[in-house]
């Protein structure tokens, strides 16, 4: 399965992003989707995740209140909406994918719970 991430860009401080994720096939054990950011000189991050089938959601606290990962199951694609963007939030946002049930959705923060990974998309905020 190949992940391609879009929709980054450079946006002022307290504006808006949406990024995307297409998966190059439809794979019926695709169970986790993620997202993660890496900024310059820090080690990558989780941001958020979304089950495929019941879309149960779970956010780093950093995104909680601003950030929304969504699925469009009939494009295979999700999304990651990000509103009221700080300079922190600068970093090359990656998606990622899990395939295979997980005991929580906590487990969804490690990166090691994935099995393949997209590419990046970059995400500047100016101040």
């Known amino acids: 399965v190949q992940l391609q991430a879009s929709g980054g860009g450079l946006v002022q401080t307290g504006g808006s992003l949406r990024l995307s994720c297409a998966a190059s096939r439809r794979t019926s054990s695709t169970y986790i989707r993620g997202w993660f950011r890496q900024a310059p000189g820090k080690e990558r991050e989780f941001v958020a995740a979304i089950t495929w089938n019941a879309g149960i959601t779970y956010y780093a606290e950093s995104a909680k209140g601003r950030f929304t990962v969504a699925k469009n199951n009939a494009e295979n694609t999700v999304s990651l909406q990000m509103n009221s963007l700080k300079p922190e939030d600068t970093a090359i946002y990656y998606c990622?994918?899990?395939?295979?049930?997980?005991?929580?959705?906590?487990?969804?923060?490690?990166?090691?719970?994935?099995?393949?990974w997209g590419q990046g998309t970059q995400v500047t905020v100016s101040s």
């Open positions: 990622a994918a899990r395939m295979g049930p997980i005991a929580s959705m906590e487990v969804t923060a490690e990166e090691r719970e994935y099995d393949y």
